[in-house]
C-alpha cells in the first residue's frame, strides 16, 4: 500500500523556519517524482514545488521561490521542505503528491498544517 | 503560468440529476506529438487531500465510478457527473499538467438541492 506521511508543520511566527517531512513507504520512491501542494484554509489548492527523481530538476511557485527549498533523500525514501522568511500568507495545509511521471498525481498524504501567526 | 477557470463556483444538483463542471485553460493543454490533452481532475472532501478522478482529460482513475467523467480539448474541459449520488458532495479541481509547474482551477462546490 502506497502511503505518504507528512509531519513538521505547527504555528510559527512571521519570519520563521520550518522543515516539512514526508516520509515515504510501499513504492520505490526514487523511481518517482515528488510535488508539494498547499492549501490555505478555506481554499484552494496551490502547487508549490517539485523535484524530480535525482533532484536533477527543481521547480518551484513564484509565491515561494527563495525562500523554500525542496529537497529528497532516497535512502530515506523522504521528501522535505524547508521553508524560511515564513509569512502569513504561507499559512496552509501542506501535501506531499507523488507524481505519475510529471503528469498527474493519484498518492496523496494526508497534509500537516503550517500556521504563520504572532 | 497556465491559468485554470472553472465554472461555476458552486452547484446544487438534485439527487439522481447530471452535475457538470467547466474548466477552461488560458493556453491549450493538448500535445500534438503524442495526441493527449494534460489535464486531470480531482475530488476533494472535507478534512481529506484530494482524490484523482480522470486523467488525460478523459480517462477515468481505477475504481472510480463511471458516473463520473471527462471530456473536452484544447482549452474547454468538462466533468459530468451523470447521476449525483450523496457521496459526491465534494469540491472539484481541474489541473493542467501540461506544465511541470502545476495550476489547478479555483474549485467547484457541489452540493444536493
Request: glycine content about 0%; overall charge negative; proline content about 0%.
Given at each position: 500500500e502506497v502511503r505518504l506521511v507528512e509531519s513538521g508543520g505547527t504555528l510559527v511566527q512571521p519570519g520563521g523556519s520550518l522543515r516539512l517531512s514526508c516520509t515515504a513507504s510501499g513504492?520505490?520512491?526514487?523511481?518517482y517524482s515528488m510535488y508539494w501542494v498547499r492549501q490555505a484554509p478555506g481554499k484552494g489548492l496551490e502547487w508549490v514545488s517539485f523535484v524530480s527523481r535525482i533532484s536533477d530538476t527543481i521547480y518551484y511557485a513564484d509565491s515561494v521561490k527563495g525562500r523554500f527549498t525542496i529537497s529528497r533523500d532516497n535512502a530515506k525514501k523522504s521528501l522535505y521542505l524547508q521553508m524560511d522568511?515564513?509569512?502569513?500568507?504561507?499559512?496552509a495545509v501542506y501535501y506531499c503528491a507523488r507524481g505519475e511521471g510529471s503528469y498527474w498525481s493519484k498518492y496523496w498524504g494526508q497534509g500537516t498544517l503550517v500556521t504563520v501567526s504572532s | 503560468d497556465i491559468v485554470m477557470i472553472q465554472s461555476p463556483d458552486s452547484l446544487a444538483v438534485s439527487l439522481g440529476e447530471r452535475a457538470t463542471i467547466d474548466c477552461k485553460s488560458?493556453?491549450?493543454?493538448?500535445?500534438?506529438s503524442n495526441n493527449k490533452t494534460y489535464l486531470a481532475w480531482y475530488q476533494q472532501k472535507p478534512g481529506q487531500p484530494p482524490k484523482l478522478l480522470i486523467?488525460?482529460?478523459?480517462t477515468r482513475d481505477s475504481g472510480v465510478p463511471d458516473r463520473f467523467s471527462g471530456s473536452g480539448s484544447g482549452t474547454a474541459f468538462t466533468l459530468t457527473i451523470s447521476s449525483l449520488q450523496a457521496e459526491d458532495v465534494a469540491v472539484y479541481y481541474c489541473q493542467q499538467?501540461?506544465?511541470?509547474?502545476w495550476t489547478f482551477g479555483q474549485g467547484t462546490k457541489v452540493e444536493i438541492k
Open positions: 513504492f520505490i520512491f526514487s523511481s522568511s515564513l509569512r502569513a500568507e504561507d499559512t | 488560458s493556453q491549450s493543454v493538448f500535445y500534438s486523467y488525460w482529460a478523459s499538467y501540461y506544465s511541470t509547474l
